[in-house]
């Protein structure tokens, strides 16, 4: 149990009290980030003068050895140690003497761990940004197959008009375009740097808060100590980025598990992609998507505790603020994972476009374009959709789609009716004929593709 503040106590802490205060379990996942702030500082305190160059070069050194170490395995994380901040202090300090004791001047691990969770958040966001275009690249591949493939658009989970597989691909692919830009707008808004913050004030020293920001990647340095130290401002965002994006896969995790029903069968997942029964020899159960809809709980679930956790702690640092981690690496893990997972599942799905087309032609999804025609032929709509309706009427009497009525029947409802009526309201025609931009209309979709293809290039 060696510590960084012994200094000032007489009296060893309580075992229990040291074990509810260490955060080493899980902010060692940090340590990429905190030897590389390290590393950044120190080099900082040699260039300004306030460390000697030699020691500066030193701590360089031996951090640069100790992030090698763990990479390769060599070096385990000494879970005994407070947290991952005293970890990496006394690892130096024991690889290269008194110059490690230097490392930590000018500094807090207010500002260290603010640093820490900015650059983790940094990496993760580029991370998942990556995942994220691997997704829209297979929903592409989707939707450029798939603009003539007719299957039935829903409202009220009734048939309502027909669409094409690839319009409804496209509404996805714009869900997860935006959050990428969503990802993308926190990752620009949060980078600037904290460190030099202190624990609340700043600090004496002469630091090069510029030289330490430009290295590590960041816009500048922070204008507020006290700000920089306290906010989990970034944290929050992510989670309700991340949240979004959970609520998108999960809405399209249920529309797979409602495809794949046996009432459906609009898809097939691969084998590679569901489970069976223990007990039912017959199952093939589409799990990855209702694991995925079951997670998006525990993501929301970060969100609130971040938002509460962060609600009632007055300036500057407070220790509740430990308890940003754990949700939040929770969380992330499990959108990195649930994103990957969904794309392998949609990658090797296979769509059963005759079925979806048949389920297309029933159920009247074709009504609202008999109307159009009636209007062409002059009659307001308002009469145009009564007529319609009547029609519908008729045809669930009989047990026969629109399409299947003889010239007679539809004329004894409207004498304008003609038999062009047919080819007006063909399914193909009711499709090709919406056109205008953000319709299933093929000719519409490829514009919409070419955007897709400059947007993912
Ligand atoms: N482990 C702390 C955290 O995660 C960082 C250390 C700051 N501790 C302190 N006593 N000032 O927020």
Known sequence: MSKLWGGRFTENTDSSVY???????????????????SIVHAKMLGRCGIIPKEDSSAIVAG??????????????????????????????????????????????????????????TRD???????????????????????????????????????VTLAHHMGAYFEMFKR?????????????????????????????????VA??????????????????????VELLSALSTIMMHLSRFSEEIIIWNSNEYRFVEISDAYSTGSSIMPQKKNPD???????????????????????????????KDMQ??????????????????????MLSTITFNKKVMEESAKNGFTNATDVA????????????????????????????????????????????VIGDDIYEAISMKTCVMKRCTQGAPGPEAMKKVICEYKKYLS
């Not at 450029?144 to 829903?154: Q, R, S, Y």
């Open 19 to 37: 074990d509810f205060n260490a955060s080493v379990s899980f902010d060692k996942r940090m340590y990429r980030q905190d030897i590389t702030g």
């Open 63 to 120: 951090l640069e050895g100790i992030l090698a170490d763990i990479e390769s395995g060599r070096l385990a994380i000494d879970e005994t140690m407070e947290d991952i901040h005293s970890f990496v202090e006394s690892e130096l300090t024991a690889r290269i003497g008194d110059a490690g004791k230097k490392l930590h001047t000018g500094r807090s691990r207010n500002d260290q761990v603010a640093l820490d969770i900015k650059l983790f």
């Open 124 to 162: 993760y966001i580029d991370t998942l940004d990556v995942k994220l275009k691997d997704l829209l690249n297979t929903l592409l591949v989707i939707i450029e197959d798939n603009i003539e493939t007719f299957m039935p658009g829903f409202t009220h989970m009734q048939k309502a008009q027909p």
């Open 179 to 211: 959050d990428r830009s969503r990802l993308f707008d926190i990752r620009k808004r949060m980078n600037l740097c904290p460190l030099g913050s202190g624990a609340l004030a700043g600090t004496t020293y002469p630091l090069d808060r510029e030289f």
């Open 214 to 235: 430009k290295e590590l990647g960041f816009d500048g340095a922070t204008f507020n100590s006290m700000d920089s130290v306290s906010d989990r401002d970034h944290i």
């Open 288 to 318: 990855i998507a209702e694991l995925v809809r079951g997670k998006t709980g525990r993501v929301y679930g970060a969100l609130m505790s971040m938002l509460t956790t962060l609600k009632g702690i007055p300036l500057a640092y407070n």
């Open 323 to 344: 308890e940003d981690k754990e949700p939040f690496f929770d969380a992330a893990d499990t959108v990195l994972n649930c994103v990957i997972l969904f794309n392998g």
């Open 372 to 415: 159009d025609y009636l209007v062409l032929k002059n009659i307001p709509f308002r009469d145009a959709h009564r007529i319609v309706g009547e029609l519908v009427l008729l045809c669930i009497d009989k047990g026969c789609a629109l399409d299947d009525l003889s010239l007679d029947e539809f004329r004894s409802y409207s004498p």
